[in-house]
Protein backbone atom coordinates (compact mmCIF):
# COMPACT_ATOMS: atom_id res chain seq x y z
CA UNK A 1 0.00 0.00 0.00
CA UNK A 2 3.02 2.78 0.80
CA UNK A 3 4.59 2.24 -2.27
CA UNK A 4 1.73 3.91 -3.81
CA UNK A 5 2.31 6.93 -0.93
CA UNK A 6 3.32 10.35 -2.19
CA UNK A 7 5.76 12.37 0.19
CA UNK A 8 4.68 15.31 0.06
CA UNK A 9 3.78 16.88 3.56
CA UNK A 10 0.36 17.43 2.77
CA UNK A 11 -0.55 13.63 1.57
CA UNK A 12 2.17 11.85 3.98
CA UNK A 13 0.54 13.64 7.18
CA UNK A 14 -2.70 12.74 6.35
CA UNK A 15 -1.73 9.11 6.40
CA UNK A 16 -0.39 9.12 9.88
CA UNK A 17 -3.20 11.51 11.07
CA UNK A 18 -5.65 8.87 9.89
CA UNK A 19 -3.29 6.18 10.66
CA UNK A 20 -2.57 4.53 7.21
CA UNK A 21 1.20 4.69 7.68
CA UNK A 22 3.82 5.35 10.62
CA UNK A 23 7.17 6.73 10.73
CA UNK A 24 8.35 3.28 10.98
CA UNK A 25 6.57 1.87 8.22
CA UNK A 26 7.27 4.99 5.96
CA UNK A 27 10.94 4.10 6.93
CA UNK A 28 10.79 0.40 5.23
CA UNK A 29 9.07 1.68 2.39
CA UNK A 30 12.00 4.48 1.98
CA UNK A 31 14.72 1.90 2.44
CA UNK A 32 12.68 -0.26 -0.29
CA UNK A 33 12.36 2.15 -2.50
CA UNK A 34 16.27 3.11 -2.82
CA UNK A 35 17.02 -0.68 -3.23
CA UNK A 36 14.52 -1.13 -6.00
CA UNK A 37 15.90 2.06 -7.86
CA UNK A 38 18.95 0.52 -8.16
CA UNK A 39 22.49 2.25 -8.33
CA UNK A 40 22.18 5.07 -9.52
CA UNK A 41 24.68 6.90 -7.56
CA UNK A 42 21.58 9.33 -5.66
CA UNK A 43 23.09 8.11 -2.24
CA UNK A 44 26.91 8.18 -1.41
CA UNK A 45 25.86 6.52 2.55
CA UNK A 46 22.76 5.52 3.87
CA UNK A 47 21.84 5.69 7.35
CA UNK A 48 22.08 1.77 8.51
CA UNK A 49 18.21 0.48 8.54
CA UNK A 50 17.99 -0.21 12.03
CA UNK A 51 19.04 3.09 13.32
CA UNK A 52 16.51 5.35 11.08
CA UNK A 53 13.89 2.56 12.39
CA UNK A 54 14.88 3.02 16.48
CA UNK A 55 14.83 6.90 15.22
CA UNK A 56 11.21 6.21 13.61
CA UNK A 57 9.84 4.46 16.96
CA UNK A 58 11.61 7.29 18.93
CA UNK A 59 9.92 10.04 16.90
CA UNK A 60 6.08 8.23 17.79
CA UNK A 61 6.86 8.00 21.49
CA UNK A 62 8.06 11.64 21.70
CA UNK A 63 4.72 12.48 19.76
CA UNK A 64 2.53 10.38 21.76
CA UNK A 65 4.46 11.86 25.15
CA UNK A 66 3.21 15.37 23.75
CA UNK A 67 6.08 16.91 22.43
CA UNK A 68 5.48 19.22 19.39
CA UNK A 69 7.57 17.87 16.45
CA UNK A 70 6.89 20.45 13.29
CA UNK A 71 8.38 17.62 10.87
CA UNK A 72 6.86 14.83 12.17
CA UNK A 73 7.95 11.80 10.66
CA UNK A 74 9.25 13.44 7.26
CA UNK A 75 12.41 11.48 5.93
CA UNK A 76 15.20 13.51 4.45
CA UNK A 77 18.96 13.28 3.70
CA UNK A 78 21.33 15.92 3.10
CA UNK A 79 24.67 16.81 0.72
CA UNK A 80 27.93 15.13 1.36
CA UNK A 81 29.34 17.96 2.36
CA UNK A 82 27.38 17.85 5.41
CA UNK A 83 28.56 16.60 8.98
CA UNK A 84 26.41 13.98 10.34
CA UNK A 85 27.92 12.53 13.74
CA UNK A 86 29.80 8.99 13.30
CA UNK A 87 29.16 9.33 9.12
CA UNK A 88 32.36 10.43 6.81
CA UNK A 89 32.10 13.77 5.08
CA UNK A 90 33.69 12.64 1.58
CA UNK A 91 32.35 16.32 -0.16
CA UNK A 92 32.56 13.63 -3.48
CA UNK A 93 36.12 12.97 -2.89
CA UNK A 94 37.64 9.95 -1.48
CA UNK A 95 41.24 11.44 -0.45
CA UNK A 96 39.43 14.15 1.32
CA UNK A 97 36.64 12.08 3.82
CA UNK A 98 36.51 12.15 7.43
CA UNK A 99 34.45 11.25 10.15
CA UNK A 100 32.41 14.27 11.78
CA UNK A 101 32.46 13.94 15.51
CA UNK A 102 29.15 15.90 15.64
CA UNK A 103 26.02 16.96 13.72
CA UNK A 104 26.06 20.08 11.69
CA UNK A 105 23.07 22.64 13.21
CA UNK A 106 21.07 21.94 10.12
CA UNK A 107 21.06 18.22 11.69
CA UNK A 108 20.45 19.27 15.09
CA UNK A 109 17.02 21.03 14.50
CA UNK A 110 15.68 18.93 11.56
CA UNK A 111 16.14 15.48 14.42
CA UNK A 112 14.84 17.87 17.09
CA UNK A 113 11.72 18.80 14.65
CA UNK A 114 10.97 15.13 14.39
CA UNK A 115 12.48 14.72 10.41
CA UNK A 116 14.08 11.47 9.98
CA UNK A 117 17.69 10.96 8.57
CA UNK A 118 17.90 8.52 5.68
CA UNK A 119 21.55 9.45 4.63
CA UNK A 120 24.19 11.83 2.09
CA UNK A 121 23.53 12.45 -1.25
CA UNK A 122 26.01 12.41 -4.23
CA UNK A 123 27.35 15.87 -5.31
CA UNK A 124 29.51 17.57 -7.76
CA UNK A 125 32.96 17.05 -6.42
CA UNK A 126 33.67 19.71 -3.91
CA UNK A 127 30.41 21.35 -4.61
CA UNK A 128 32.09 23.41 -7.76
CA UNK A 129 30.06 23.06 -10.70
CA UNK A 130 25.98 23.61 -11.70
CA UNK A 131 26.65 20.45 -14.12
CA UNK A 132 25.90 17.06 -11.13
CA UNK A 133 28.40 14.76 -13.52
CA UNK A 134 31.76 16.37 -11.41
CA UNK A 135 32.06 12.93 -9.65
CA UNK A 136 35.14 10.87 -10.68
CA UNK A 137 33.21 7.67 -8.64
CA UNK A 138 30.08 8.15 -10.59
CA UNK A 139 27.02 10.67 -11.21
CA UNK A 140 23.53 10.52 -10.36
CA UNK A 141 20.97 10.48 -13.71
CA UNK A 142 18.83 13.06 -13.55
CA UNK A 143 15.06 12.18 -12.67
CA UNK A 144 13.56 12.79 -16.40
CA UNK A 145 16.00 11.63 -19.18
CA UNK A 146 19.54 10.06 -18.25
CA UNK A 147 21.05 12.54 -21.78
CA UNK A 148 20.97 15.59 -19.49
CA UNK A 149 22.23 16.56 -16.45
CA UNK A 150 20.98 16.57 -13.36
CA UNK A 151 22.31 19.38 -12.29
CA UNK A 152 24.68 20.35 -9.06
CA UNK A 153 26.24 20.84 -7.37
CA UNK A 154 23.72 19.40 -5.05
CA UNK A 155 22.52 16.79 -7.37
CA UNK A 156 21.83 13.82 -5.38
CA UNK A 157 19.67 16.20 -2.94
CA UNK A 158 17.45 17.51 -5.81
CA UNK A 159 17.09 13.99 -7.24
CA UNK A 160 16.38 12.06 -3.79
CA UNK A 161 13.38 14.21 -3.67
CA UNK A 162 12.43 14.24 -7.22
CA UNK A 163 12.16 10.06 -7.13
CA UNK A 164 10.41 9.75 -4.08
CA UNK A 165 13.47 9.18 -1.95
CA UNK A 166 12.71 11.01 0.87
CA UNK A 167 10.07 14.21 1.30
CA UNK A 168 12.94 17.13 1.65
CA UNK A 169 16.88 17.50 1.33
CA UNK A 170 19.31 20.15 2.34
CA UNK A 171 22.02 20.82 0.15
CA UNK A 172 24.67 23.93 -0.09
CA UNK A 173 24.43 26.69 -2.23
CA UNK A 174 27.19 29.21 -3.31
CA UNK A 175 26.26 29.76 -7.08
CA UNK A 176 23.11 28.04 -7.50
CA UNK A 177 23.75 24.70 -6.54
CA UNK A 178 20.62 24.87 -4.61
CA UNK A 179 18.11 25.64 -7.93
CA UNK A 180 20.03 24.18 -10.66
CA UNK A 181 18.84 20.46 -9.79
CA UNK A 182 15.94 21.72 -8.85
CA UNK A 183 14.89 23.19 -11.76
CA UNK A 184 16.57 20.21 -13.70
CA UNK A 185 14.03 17.71 -11.92
CA UNK A 186 11.25 19.76 -11.37
CA UNK A 187 11.55 20.15 -7.45
CA UNK A 188 11.52 23.74 -5.60
CA UNK A 189 14.93 24.50 -4.31
CA UNK A 190 14.88 27.26 -1.66
CA UNK A 191 17.92 29.44 -1.29
CA UNK A 192 17.66 31.19 2.13
CA UNK A 193 19.64 34.72 2.17
CA UNK A 194 23.24 34.44 3.52
CA UNK A 195 23.50 34.34 7.62
CA UNK A 196 19.72 33.49 7.67
CA UNK A 197 20.16 29.27 8.16
CA UNK A 198 23.25 28.08 9.90
CA UNK A 199 25.91 26.42 7.94
CA UNK A 200 27.76 25.54 10.98
CA UNK A 201 29.18 21.62 10.11
CA UNK A 202 29.42 22.17 6.38
CA UNK A 203 32.40 22.25 4.62
CA UNK A 204 32.54 25.49 2.52
CA UNK A 205 33.21 26.63 -0.60
CA UNK A 206 32.70 30.72 -0.16
CA UNK A 207 32.19 30.29 4.13
CA UNK A 208 31.39 34.16 3.76
CA UNK A 209 28.28 33.75 1.89
CA UNK A 210 27.30 29.94 1.66
CA UNK A 211 23.64 28.88 2.15
CA UNK A 212 21.62 25.70 2.86
CA UNK A 213 18.93 25.34 0.77
CA UNK A 214 16.02 23.60 0.83
CA UNK A 215 14.79 20.87 -1.89
CA UNK A 216 11.02 20.02 -1.58
CA UNK A 217 8.22 18.73 -3.93
CA UNK A 218 6.17 21.73 -3.03
CA UNK A 219 6.74 25.26 -2.24
CA UNK A 220 4.67 25.08 1.44
CA UNK A 221 6.90 22.09 2.11
CA UNK A 222 10.02 23.94 1.61
CA UNK A 223 9.49 27.37 3.74
CA UNK A 224 8.04 24.64 6.71
CA UNK A 225 11.32 23.55 6.79
CA UNK A 226 12.72 27.00 6.41
CA UNK A 227 10.44 27.74 9.51
CA UNK A 228 12.62 25.14 11.64
CA UNK A 229 15.99 26.21 10.23
CA UNK A 230 16.01 29.72 10.40
CA UNK A 231 17.50 31.20 13.46
CA UNK A 232 20.74 33.14 14.74
CA UNK A 233 23.32 30.29 15.52
CA UNK A 234 26.97 31.84 17.26
CA UNK A 235 28.69 28.95 16.20
CA UNK A 236 28.00 30.37 12.52
CA UNK A 237 30.55 33.61 11.70
CA UNK A 238 28.33 34.70 9.31
CA UNK A 239 24.68 33.88 11.20
CA UNK A 240 22.70 36.80 11.13
CA UNK A 241 20.42 37.90 14.31
CA UNK A 242 17.88 39.68 12.01
CA UNK A 243 14.36 38.16 11.90
CA UNK A 244 13.38 37.14 8.51
CA UNK A 245 10.75 40.11 7.29
CA UNK A 246 6.62 39.58 7.58
CA UNK A 247 4.98 38.51 4.64
CA UNK A 248 3.11 41.15 2.87
CA UNK A 249 0.41 39.33 0.93
CA UNK A 250 0.08 41.32 -2.45
CA UNK A 251 -3.26 41.91 -4.00
CA UNK A 252 -4.58 41.87 -7.15
CA UNK A 253 -1.69 43.96 -8.75
CA UNK A 254 2.03 43.49 -8.15
CA UNK A 255 5.01 44.62 -9.94
CA UNK A 256 8.14 41.96 -11.54
CA UNK A 257 11.15 42.75 -12.97
CA UNK A 258 12.49 41.12 -15.87
CA UNK A 259 15.80 41.46 -17.92
CA UNK A 260 15.62 43.71 -21.21
CA UNK A 261 15.01 41.20 -24.11
CA UNK A 262 18.28 41.55 -25.59
CA UNK A 263 19.87 40.50 -21.88
CA UNK A 264 18.09 37.29 -22.28
CA UNK A 265 20.03 34.20 -23.29
CA UNK A 266 19.15 30.70 -23.61
CA UNK A 267 22.19 29.52 -25.43
CA UNK A 268 19.72 28.31 -28.74
CA UNK A 269 17.43 26.30 -26.35
CA UNK A 270 14.24 26.98 -27.90
CA UNK A 271 12.14 25.10 -25.28
CA UNK A 272 13.59 27.05 -22.29
CA UNK A 273 13.11 30.35 -24.25
CA UNK A 274 9.22 29.41 -24.88
CA UNK A 275 8.59 28.00 -21.27
CA UNK A 276 9.83 30.85 -19.56
CA UNK A 277 7.47 33.28 -21.81
CA UNK A 278 4.63 31.17 -20.85
CA UNK A 279 5.54 31.51 -17.53
CA UNK A 280 5.65 35.22 -17.17
CA UNK A 281 2.17 34.93 -18.78
CA UNK A 282 1.30 33.06 -15.81
CA UNK A 283 2.31 35.92 -13.58
CA UNK A 284 0.31 38.44 -15.53
CA UNK A 285 -2.98 35.88 -15.25
CA UNK A 286 -1.93 36.26 -11.69
CA UNK A 287 -2.16 40.40 -11.87
CA UNK A 288 1.85 40.74 -12.18
CA UNK A 289 3.03 44.10 -14.24
CA UNK A 290 6.54 43.17 -15.64
CA UNK A 291 8.94 46.07 -15.49
CA UNK A 292 12.36 45.55 -17.55
CA UNK A 293 15.29 46.06 -16.06
CA UNK A 294 19.68 46.39 -16.87
CA UNK A 295 20.46 42.57 -15.20
CA UNK A 296 24.56 44.28 -16.07
CA UNK A 297 25.15 44.93 -12.62
CA UNK A 298 23.80 41.61 -11.70
CA UNK A 299 25.50 39.52 -14.37
CA UNK A 300 28.63 40.89 -13.31
CA UNK A 301 28.50 40.24 -9.49
CA UNK A 302 27.90 36.62 -11.04
CA UNK A 303 31.14 36.84 -13.13
CA UNK A 304 32.89 37.53 -9.88
CA UNK A 305 32.15 34.53 -8.35
CA UNK A 306 34.57 32.37 -10.42
CA UNK A 307 36.83 34.99 -12.07
CA UNK A 308 38.10 36.54 -8.86
CA UNK A 309 40.11 36.85 -5.67
CA UNK A 310 36.37 35.22 -4.46
CA UNK A 311 37.26 31.84 -5.52
CA UNK A 312 40.39 31.32 -3.47
CA UNK A 313 38.08 31.19 -0.32
CA UNK A 314 37.83 27.99 -1.68
CA UNK A 315 41.55 26.82 -0.88
CA UNK A 316 40.31 27.17 2.94
CA UNK A 317 38.39 24.05 2.24
CA UNK A 318 40.18 21.82 -0.31
CA UNK A 319 43.65 23.38 -1.03
CA UNK A 320 45.16 20.60 1.54
CA UNK A 321 43.28 17.97 -0.71
CA UNK A 322 44.98 19.99 -4.20
CA UNK A 323 48.11 19.70 -2.68
CA UNK A 324 48.72 16.23 -1.22
CA UNK A 325 46.39 14.40 -4.19
CA UNK A 326 45.43 16.25 -7.15
CA UNK A 327 45.03 13.14 -8.88
CA UNK A 328 42.49 12.42 -7.17
CA UNK A 329 40.07 15.56 -7.78
CA UNK A 330 38.04 15.97 -11.02
CA UNK A 331 40.17 17.92 -13.84
CA UNK A 332 37.64 20.75 -14.12
CA UNK A 333 37.50 21.36 -10.46
CA UNK A 334 41.74 20.78 -10.29
CA UNK A 335 41.76 24.02 -13.02
CA UNK A 336 39.46 25.69 -10.38
CA UNK A 337 40.87 25.36 -7.48
CA UNK A 338 44.65 25.61 -9.33
CA UNK A 339 43.27 29.09 -10.64
CA UNK A 340 42.42 30.04 -7.38
CA UNK A 341 46.25 30.85 -6.50
CA UNK A 342 46.79 33.51 -8.99
CA UNK A 343 45.22 36.00 -7.19
CA UNK A 344 47.11 38.66 -5.33
CA UNK A 345 46.11 40.57 -1.76
CA UNK A 346 45.10 43.79 -3.93
CA UNK A 347 43.27 42.04 -6.16
CA UNK A 348 41.51 40.54 -3.25
CA UNK A 349 40.64 44.59 -1.84
CA UNK A 350 39.34 45.70 -5.07
CA UNK A 351 36.85 43.07 -5.97
CA UNK A 352 35.56 43.08 -2.41
CA UNK A 353 34.73 46.91 -2.91
CA UNK A 354 33.14 46.48 -6.31
CA UNK A 355 31.24 43.80 -5.03
CA UNK A 356 29.91 46.21 -2.21
CA UNK A 357 29.24 48.66 -4.94
CA UNK A 358 27.27 46.11 -6.86
CA UNK A 359 25.34 45.12 -3.67
CA UNK A 360 24.03 48.90 -3.26
CA UNK A 361 23.09 49.25 -7.00
CA UNK A 362 21.38 46.03 -7.40
CA UNK A 363 19.59 46.55 -4.21
CA UNK A 364 18.45 50.06 -5.00
CA UNK A 365 17.05 48.10 -8.12
CA UNK A 366 14.44 45.68 -6.16
CA UNK A 367 12.96 48.23 -4.11
CA UNK A 368 9.42 48.11 -4.30
CA UNK A 369 9.35 44.97 -7.05
CA UNK A 370 7.62 41.87 -5.66
CA UNK A 371 10.30 39.71 -7.32
CA UNK A 372 13.27 39.26 -9.92
CA UNK A 373 12.21 36.73 -11.59
CA UNK A 374 14.43 34.93 -14.54
CA UNK A 375 14.91 31.45 -15.89
CA UNK A 376 16.70 29.50 -13.41
CA UNK A 377 18.86 27.75 -16.28
CA UNK A 378 19.00 29.12 -19.66
CA UNK A 379 20.00 25.90 -21.67
CA UNK A 380 19.57 22.25 -19.88
CA UNK A 381 22.76 20.44 -21.27
CA UNK A 382 23.23 16.80 -22.07
CA UNK A 383 26.00 15.09 -20.63
CA UNK A 384 27.37 14.67 -23.75
CA UNK A 385 28.08 18.50 -23.78
CA UNK A 386 29.85 19.08 -20.46
CA UNK A 387 32.06 16.16 -21.53
CA UNK A 388 32.86 18.11 -24.97
CA UNK A 389 32.56 21.73 -22.87
CA UNK A 390 32.89 20.95 -19.88
CA UNK A 391 34.20 24.80 -18.58
CA UNK A 392 31.78 26.52 -20.85
CA UNK A 393 28.60 24.59 -20.44
CA UNK A 394 29.16 25.28 -16.81
CA UNK A 395 29.46 28.58 -16.78
CA UNK A 396 26.32 28.55 -19.03
CA UNK A 397 24.39 27.02 -16.24
CA UNK A 398 25.74 29.48 -13.84
CA UNK A 399 24.22 33.11 -15.76
CA UNK A 400 21.25 33.95 -14.09
CA UNK A 401 22.33 31.86 -10.57
CA UNK A 402 26.10 33.08 -9.80
CA UNK A 403 25.36 36.29 -8.47
CA UNK A 404 22.70 35.68 -5.55
CA UNK A 405 25.07 34.67 -3.01
CA UNK A 406 27.74 37.08 -3.36
CA UNK A 407 24.51 39.74 -3.58
CA UNK A 408 23.03 38.70 -0.20
CA UNK A 409 19.62 38.03 -2.16
CA UNK A 410 17.17 35.74 -1.17
CA UNK A 411 15.64 33.29 -3.80
CA UNK A 412 13.43 30.22 -5.20
CA UNK A 413 13.43 27.70 -8.05
CA UNK A 414 9.97 26.99 -8.37
CA UNK A 415 8.94 24.55 -10.80
CA UNK A 416 6.27 25.94 -14.00
CA UNK A 417 5.60 22.65 -15.69
CA UNK A 418 7.04 20.75 -18.44
CA UNK A 419 8.52 22.08 -21.61
CA UNK A 420 7.30 20.88 -24.59
CA UNK A 421 9.95 17.85 -24.73
CA UNK A 422 8.93 16.65 -21.35
CA UNK A 423 11.91 17.89 -19.65
CA UNK A 424 11.78 20.14 -16.39
CA UNK A 425 12.19 24.00 -16.30
CA UNK A 426 12.37 25.64 -13.11
CA UNK A 427 11.48 30.05 -12.66
CA UNK A 428 13.20 31.99 -10.12
CA UNK A 429 12.12 34.33 -7.56
CA UNK A 430 14.61 36.58 -6.21
CA UNK A 431 14.25 39.25 -3.42
CA UNK A 432 15.92 41.68 -1.61
CA UNK A 433 18.09 40.11 1.76
CA UNK A 434 15.62 38.67 4.71
CA UNK A 435 12.67 39.12 2.24
CA UNK A 436 12.71 35.52 2.24
CA UNK A 437 9.17 34.68 3.60
CA UNK A 438 7.93 37.66 1.20
CA UNK A 439 8.54 35.26 -1.86
CA UNK A 440 6.55 32.57 -0.51
CA UNK A 441 2.62 33.74 -1.57
CA UNK A 442 3.80 34.33 -5.29
CA UNK A 443 6.00 31.15 -5.37
CA UNK A 444 3.13 29.15 -3.84
CA UNK A 445 0.72 30.93 -6.27
CA UNK A 446 2.93 30.71 -9.14
CA UNK A 447 3.74 26.48 -8.66
CA UNK A 448 -0.18 26.24 -8.45
CA UNK A 449 -1.00 27.48 -11.87
CA UNK A 450 1.92 26.30 -13.76
CA UNK A 451 3.39 23.08 -12.47
CA UNK A 452 1.46 19.69 -12.83
CA UNK A 453 3.40 16.83 -11.32
CA UNK A 454 5.16 16.67 -8.00
CA UNK A 455 9.65 16.27 -8.92
CA UNK A 456 9.04 12.69 -11.71
CA UNK A 457 6.48 11.17 -9.29
CA UNK A 458 2.76 10.53 -10.87
CA UNK A 459 1.35 12.56 -7.87
CA UNK A 460 -0.05 16.41 -8.89
CA UNK A 461 -0.11 19.13 -6.36
CA UNK A 462 -2.27 18.19 -3.22
CA UNK A 463 -5.42 20.12 -2.58
CA UNK A 464 -4.06 21.86 0.51
CA UNK A 465 -0.60 23.78 -0.55
Not at 3 to 31: G, K, M, N, W
Not at 123 to 137: E, I, P, Y
Amino acid sequence: MLEHLSLDFTRLRHAYDHQDASPVAVVREIYRRIAAHGDRHIWLQLAPLDAVLQQAAQVERRRDAGERLPLYGLPYGVKDNIHVAGMPTTSGCADFSYTASEDAAVVERLNAAGALFIGKQNMDQFATGLVGVRNLDGSCLNAFDADYIPGGSSSGSAVAVAVGHVAFSIGSDTGGSGRIPAACNNVVGLKPTPGVVSTYGFVYCNRSFDVAPVFALTVDDAYQVLDVLAGEDRRDLYSRPDPLLSVNAFGAGFEFLVPHAEQLEFFGDEQSARQYQRSLQVLAELGGTPRAIDLSPFLEAGRLLFDSPLVAERLVSYGETLARAPESIHPAVRASLQKAKSYDAEQTYKTLYRLRELQRETHHTLQGATALVLPTYGRLPTCAEVRDDPLEVNARMGRYTYFANPLRLSGISVPVGLRDDGLPFGLSLLGLPLHDLRLRDLASRLQRHAAGRLGATNWSLPDAV
